[in-house]
C-alpha cells in the first residue's frame, strides 16, 4: 500500500509538479520523492491525473492499494467531484 503527495510550483515560466510516494516498511513509514514534472502544458484535473498515473504506471504501481492523496489546497487538485483526487481515485476504482 501507498500514499501520493502532489504539489505544483511555478518556477520561471514553467510548471511543474512533484510527486512524493509514502509507503510503510517494517511498520515505519517512509518517504520517496518521486521526481518533478512538467506540467505546463495543461493544468486541468484531467491532464494532471494523466501525469500523476503516468508515473505510477511506470513505477509498476497497479497492483499495489493507493490508500491516501494528498494534494494543495487548489479545487483542481482537491475537488471531490471534479479534480484530480476524483479523478485518480476514479481510475483506480475501476
Not at 9 to 22: D, G, N, P, T
Not at 26 to 37: A, D, R, T
Not at 77 to 88: C, D, F, L, R, T
Request: charged share 20%.
Amino acid at each position: 500500500m501507498f500514499s501520493i503527495i502532489v504539489d505544483e510550483a511555478r518556477c520561471f515560466k514553467e510548471e511543474q509538479m512533484s510527486i512524493v510516494l509514502r509507503y510503510p516498511e517494517n511498520l515505519h513509514p517512509q518517504e520517496k520523492f518521486i521526481g518533478f514534472g512538467n506540467c505546463s502544458k495543461g493544468r486541468g484535473s484531467t491532464s494532471l491525473a494523466a501525469a500523476i498515473t503516468d508515473v505510477l504506471n511506470n513505477l509498476h504501481a497497479e497492483g499495489m492499494v493507493m490508500i491516501a492523496q494528498s494534494y494543495d489546497g487548489a479545487s483542481v487538485m482537491s475537488g471531490k467531484h471534479n479534480g484530480v483526487q476524483a479523478e485518480i481515485k476514479n481510475s483506480t476504482h475501476k
